[in-house]
Nanobody, 117 residues
Framework: QVQLVESGGGLVQAGGSLRLSCAAFPRILNDMRWYRQTPGKQREWVAGVTSGGNSKYADSVKGRFTISRDNAKNTVYLQMNSLNPEDTAVYYC?????????????WGQGTQVTVSS
């Protein structure tokens, strides 16, 4: 069982930056991701990073967002730059593991990011 606690959300003007953090207890997993969701829409994958540091991004955030991790601190980050109103959403941290060929997903409670125009 893994608990995830996000922080760092808030209100920012368009063009601004925010950094989200996700602390994992008792330990960070190999496959860590960020998702986001707006009312009435499906949860959208934003970025992912593995323990080896390999990262991937959704096209909508590529070049603006950076995912990183500090394994010693059991924390994953999402640096968000050049924010625009379309980035407004609740951002969720996700940890995924495979146990006996079955997939387990763990989710944080979410943190609200609001970008004003």
């Amino acid at each position: 069982q893994v608990q995830l606690v996000e922080s760092g959300g808030g209100l920012v003007q368009a063009g601004g930056s925010l950094r989200l953090s996700c602390a994992a207890f008792p330990r960070i997993l190999n496959d860590m991701r960020w998702y986001r969701q707006t009312p009435g829409k499906q949860r959208e994958w934003v970025a992912g990073v593995t323990s080896g540091g390999n990262s991937k991004y959704a096209d909508s955030v590529k070049g603006r967002f950076t995912i990183s991790r500090d394994n010693a601190k059991n924390t994953v980050y999402l640096q968000m730059n050049s924010l625009n109103p379309e980035d407004t959403a609740v951002y969720y941290c996700n940890a995924r593991e495979f146990v006996l060929l079955s997939q387990r997903d763990y989710w944080g409670q979410g943190t609200q990011v609001t970008v004003s125009s």
